[in-house]
């Protein structure tokens, strides 16, 4: 059985054209342009991955995970968006998507995010990665690194940079000579850590890098 | 929320008076009954001064908006009871604070004490008046608007009756307030015998300057404000103005350009690649000057440069950043190297990719594509790129290259620089 997709998002023409190329690979159940909207089809369908536009009037894909996560165990979402801002890609994560990627990922690419969210795994990107990187372990002052959270493992740290690297998986697994499973595990941990650490640490670390105003 | 928050405002949701300690204690997030306690206690320590403060914070402070959207509070707050009550709370609390300064030995005669009394009661009502007509102006427009929300632009009619049953009643209430103010001069004249022939045309003059002030007081208030909010205004439309001739300059062009060049995939790519770039730039509001001193930014910016001399993509992806130095500068050429290489001989195979690890102690740069890859020993002597560009110039400033490739996983090189 195909994986059931509902796609998200204000833009008509990127909805088209993510829905074309998805065609092949899942099945896409629905469309939703608005909060409201995608709140009833979420609620409806029960699909099993949600593709999430960040950015959207009534606040956006956050405010859509906010109504519709309690009741939806089974549904998993990834998060697409043309921002690269570091706030905005933690502020999703943090709010319950499973995973991060940029509207530039490739058809394929984009079909393997979504089976792997839909098996529960955390999906980074390499810029996500890189963020991540940059808030937990960065050296200077401007970086969560003395706050009271948890920190990253080295091995964590190890399995973030290869991403961020542009390793797939399996080449990690490879090279660290362990299992996809346990990079996979790596990865849902680290994403775990990045939704427990208090809203306040991640916002002062963003405004200390003058990332938002 | 947080801008809320941040600015000091008077609060008209829990208002005693005029909603000064309630917005203290709303800004700073206690109770207002202990900011309240603690005016009324400051009030008697300072002999009255915390009063004078008070009144100051009244005429200063702005109105913070409601923070529930419901109406049922609007009728009850500035009707015309409500306002006679604070004209009359307000002149029994100039008397109140009299008799304070009676019992610390500042007692002034009866011909200075009653006029003052009725002045300030006078004076409140006036103000009251003008900076409650203000408030209800601004929530009509925001209801008309629907600026805080759907339900609350169709509560929109809700509010007519209000408004006009309170500027039915207003003019009376400014009338009197203003009859009071005059005719505490007109007291404070008659006492102090500025009637009689060889009356004082001084203090006459200095009684109606003051009298004067009262009434105009509040009039001068709003309108500072009303030039305040029109210079923002003002501010706003020149920044749209700057956005829409920068979209013009920029995206516009390249959409055009776009346009023609339909029929080739990888110019459009390329073009919209190099857009996004410099929109990105544009909005992240970096200075060129931050940009120069940046060794993350210099990285990125190499990046950028040979995708675009290639027409191929490069994703970049820095972790921390330092000031850009000669070992620095040698290293982002050494890295700009490697992408060339990468894109020339692997750059079909599939996107190459950077990543910069920038910490105190050293920088890391992988440089990764996915092309068959390559063995460092029999690159051949003619290719100079490798190992000199690359090589060379690392070990020439105190850094070292190696090349990972093999097994059908691209190849990578990986650039390593100790900081000095």
């Known amino acids: ?213 | 929320m947080t801008e809320a928050r941040r600015r000091l405002k008077r609060s008209t949701d829990g208002a005693f008076v005029a909603g000064i300690c309630a917005g203290i204690a709303r800004r700073l997030d206690i109770d207002p009954v202990l900011v309240r306690i603690a005016a009324v206690v400051l009030t008697v320590a300072t002999g009255g001064l915390a009063a004078v403060a008070y009144g100051l914070l009244w005429v200063v402070l702005p109105v913070a908006p409601k923070a529930d959207a419901g109406h049922d509070r609007l009728p009850g707050r500035g009707t015309g009871r409500n306002s006679w009550l604070i004209g009359a709370g307000v002149g029994l609390m100039t008397l109140g604070l009299l008799f304070i300064f009676r019992e610390v030995g500042l007692w002034w005669s009866d011909a200075l004490v009653w006029p003052i009394v009725l002045a300030t009661a006078g004076a409140a009502l006036l103000w009251r008046q003008f900076s409650g007509s203000t408030d209800s102006e601004t929530e009509a427009v925001l209801a008309n608007t629907g600026v805080s929300g759907g339900d609350r632009s169709a509560d929109g009619t809700r509010i007519s009756p209000t408004v006009a049953k309170r500027s039915r009643l207003g003019p009376y209430r400014g009338a009197f307030g203003f009859a009071l103010v005059v005719g505490a001069a007109v007291l404070f004249l008659y006492i102090n015998g500025a009637f009689d022939a060889a009356g004082d045309a001084a203090l006459a003059a200095v009684t109606v300057i003051v009298v004067l002030a009262l009434v105009l007081a509040p009039v001068w208030v709003r309108l500072g404000r009303n030039l305040g909010r029109e210079r923002a205004e003002r501010v706003r439309s020149q920044e749209r103005a700057e956005v829409a001739a920068h979209l013009h300059d920029s995206v516009l062009q390249t959409l055009a350009l776009m346009q023609k060049k339909s029929d080739d995939p990888r110019q459009v790519s390329t073009l919209a690649r190099k857009q996004e770039r410099e929109l990105r730039e544009w909005l992240s509001g970096k200075t060129g000057d931050e940009r120069a001193t940046s060794l993350a930014s210099a990285l990125e910016a190499a990046a950028a440069e040979v995708e675009e001399r290639h027409g191929l993509p490069i994703d970049a992806v820095t972790v921390g950043d330092r000031e850009l130095d000669e070992r620095g500068a040698a290293l982002v050429a050494a890295s700009r190297e490697a992408m060339t290489n990468a894109v020339k001989y692997a750059g079909d195979a599939g996107t190459v990719r950077l990543y910069a690890e920038i910490t105190p102690t050293e920088t890391q740069v992988f440089v990764r594509d996915r092309g068959p890859g390559f063995d460092l020993d029999s690159v051949p002597g003619d290719r100079r790129g490798v190992r000199d560009s690359i090589l060379g110039r690392m070990k020439l400033n105190g850094g070292s290259a190696r090349v990972h490739s093999g097994d059908g996983e691209g190849t990578e090189i990986e650039l390593t620089m100790e900081t000095k």
């Open chain 1, 1 to 213: 059985m195909s994986i059931r997709v509902v796609i998200v998002d204000d833009h008509a023409i990127f909805r088209a054209g993510v829905k074309a190329e998805l065609e092949k690979g899942v099945d896409v159940v629905g469309e939703a342009s608005t909060v409201r909207e995608a709140v009833n089809l979420i609620v409806k369908q029960k699909p099993d991955v949600v593709l999430l536009d960040v950015h959207m009037p009534d606040g956006g894909g956050q405010e859509v995970i906010r109504q519709t996560l309690p009741g939806a165990e089974g549904t998993r979402f990834l998060a697409l968006s043309v921002s690269d801002a570091p706030e905005d890609v933690v502020a999703i994560v943090r709010s319950g998507a499973r995973g991060y990627v940029t509207k530039s990922i490739s058809g394929p690419e984009l079909i393997d995010a979504i089976t792997r969210v839909s098996q529960g795994d955390a999906v980074f990107s390499p810029q996500l990665a890189g963020f991540v990187l940059d808030a937990f372990t960065g050296n200077d002052e401007q970086t969560l690194a003395d706050a009271e959270l948890d920190q990253l493992t080295p091995r964590e740290q190890e399995v973030l940079r290869l991403i961020a690297r542009g390793y797939l998986y399996k080449e990690i697994a490879r090279r660290l000579g362990i299992s996809i499973k346990t990079v996979e595990a790596h990865a849902s941990s680290v994403l775990r850590k990045l939704q427990l650490s208090t809203r306040h640490e991640l916002s002062r670390w963003a405004q200390e890098r003058d990332l938002i105003d």
